[in-house]
């Protein structure tokens, strides 16, 4: 689901060509246009329905033009719940989804501000979402100018959105949504245009962001807020539990697996196909015996706490003699969309590719792993002189030192290693980390004994017994394009 805001400064015929643009490029169910001194009875019906879009409001001003308009898809069902100079609050019905929307167009002076920001506050309940030109910025940062802006104006801004307990998506693409056009040193540029979501939107769409798309016939850039659910991974990939090694029946299901004969005579392979097996019943068993009593345990600790917690609210209520105080009004659901929304950096909204902002995941996976695969295949790589790269490099390791680096270790030195390995580090593709190799040392070390020695006699490593993980970091807060991302390989242990 697709939202767009803009502030047009005029609804003209170039403005009409880049806002169908837009439509077809990311087919938006709701439009707010802002500042469009244009009639609205006198505009024609046709060009909406031509971009598939429906009339749904106009604000009315007293002996002015309305300055903001709303057209919706016309698979919504939609109700305006409130309308003035400043603002129009519309609640929609898309598909399954309810939903409210503030079309914003805060006024130029802030005294005026100050009653759109008390009629926003009373209608922050379900999921909603502020999104427009709110004229105000948050302080310095938001800014370009020669002159700061007003603290105390800014603050009341920042005091408005705390009280709301809304969430602001980052804004990508354009820094500044706003631009005075005009020539230095008086040149200015804001961020006016913004939005911001209530928890419980963040819980009904989980990846949320907001693009400034570039401004070309108005001062102000057009505010796309994409709303998606997470893909689903393609993968699932396993990764071994900590909280596992504290179970009582632990080390006996993982001793009855490991135990259990395999025909396979490489001491490399036997390793790597009994951790493979071990994979599969850790997951079977984690899903029946071991998380299910985790749950009967919590269910029955819940219901001790949740009586205990009634008896405290009763008796707060009796002596504060209060009327707002509701049961269950701890704020759960408040911090659990705050989870879901720290989990949005781990997907990537969109991507630059070729000069064109694409937003299909599928298309934006399939160029990440063309540009790595490209970039470390040898065949970019330009012929080396295997002889005069020795010759430049010194030789710091004597035959003997190489002799004690090449002998087959003994069992205490491995086990040495094993331990003075970090047990948390980030696990490789086969999702065991060190903790698994320590608490489980007992049962699996004469076979991780054999494999190090094999690997030793036979200087030979199966394909997938060092297999790892390409992971990418990103190098700013919002990544536009694949050279935002620093990749880091996480190994097997």
């Known amino acids: 689901m697709n939202l767009l805001v803009w502030n047009v400064r005029g609804l003209t015929e170039e403005s009409k060509l880049i806002l169908k643009e837009h439509c077809a490029s990311f087919s938006p169910v709701i439009v707010g246009i802002l500042e469009p001194k244009s009639i609205f009875d006198d505009f024609p019906v046709s060009f909406w329905r031509s971009i598939n879009l429906v009339a749904c409001h ?24 409130l309308s003035f100079d400043q603002v129009i ?48 910025i948050k302080g310095a940062h938001e800014r370009i100018s020669n002159c ?23 804004i990508t693409g354009l820094r500044f949504t706003w631009s005075g056009r005009r020539f230095m040193p008086s040149h200015v540029e804001s961020v006016l245009d913004r939005a911001i979501i209530s928890d419980s939107f963040v819980e009904l769409w989980h990846n949320v962001s907001s693009h400034a798309l570039p401004r070309i016939t ?57 951790l493979k097996r071990l994979r599969k019943e850790l997951r079977l068993w984690n899903r029946t015996g071991y998380t299910d009593s985790l749950f009967n345990a919590e269910i029955l600790a819940q219901a001790k706490i949740n009586v205990a917690l009634s008896r405290k609210s009763s008796l707060l209520k009796q002596k504060s003699r209060v009327s707002w105080l509701t049961d ?16 949005r950096p781990h997907i ?62 003994e069992n205490d030195k491995i086990t040495a290693a094993v331990f003075d390995m970090d047990p948390n580090s980030a696990a490789g593709p086969d999702g065991f980390f060190g903790k698994f190799f320590q608490a489980c040392w007992q049962i699996i070390r004469s076979d991780v004994w054999n494999a190090v020695r094999a690997f030793f006699m036979r200087s030979y490593l199966p394909n997938g017994c060092n297999s790892n993980t390409l992971v990418l970091i990103p190098k700013k807060d919002v990544v536009n394009s694949v050279t935002d991302l620093r990749p880091i390989v996480l190994s097997n242990f």
């Open 148 to 170: 700061l802006p007003n603290n105390t104006v800014c603050q009341e801004f920042r005091d408005f959105i705390t009280a709301t307990g809304f969430i602001e998506p980052p």
């Open 89 to 136: 609050i519309v609640r929609c019905v898309w598909m399954h989804y309810c939903f409210k929307i503030a079309v914003i167009h805060g006024a130029n002076c802030h005294v005026a501000r100050r009653r759109l920001w008390l009629d926003l506050l009373n209608h922050i309940d379900g999921s909603t979402v502020f999104m427009g030109d709110f004229n105000a």
């Open 328 to 343: 269950g009004d701890r704020n759960t659901a408040f911090f659990h969309a705050m989870l879901k929304y720290k989990k």
């Open 58 to 81: 106009q604000n009315a001003r007293d002996h002015m033009r309305s300055n903001i308009w709303v057209f919706t898809h016309p698979s919504i069902v939609s109700h305006v719940i």
């Open 218 to 274: 108005s001062d102000h850039s057009p505010l796309l807020l994409m709303c998606r659910h997470p893909p689903q991974a393609r993968h699932n990939f396993f990764k071994f539990l900590h909280m596992w090694v504290e179970h009582p029946n632990f080390e006996k299901m993982v001793e009855n697996s490991w135990n259990s004969q395999i025909d396979v005579n490489c001491p490399i392979f036997k390793v790597m196909a009994k």
């Open 348 to 409: 990537i909204p969109h991507l630059d590719i070729q000069g064109s902002m694409v937003y299909d995941q599928d298309e934006i996976g399939n160029h990440i792993v063309d540009f790595f695969s490209n970039l470390f295949n040898e065949d970019n790589m330009e012929e080396i002189d295997v002889v005069a790269l020795e010759a430049t490099i010194d030789r710091v390791v004597s035959p003997s030192q190489n002799d004690m680096l090449t002998r087959i270790p």
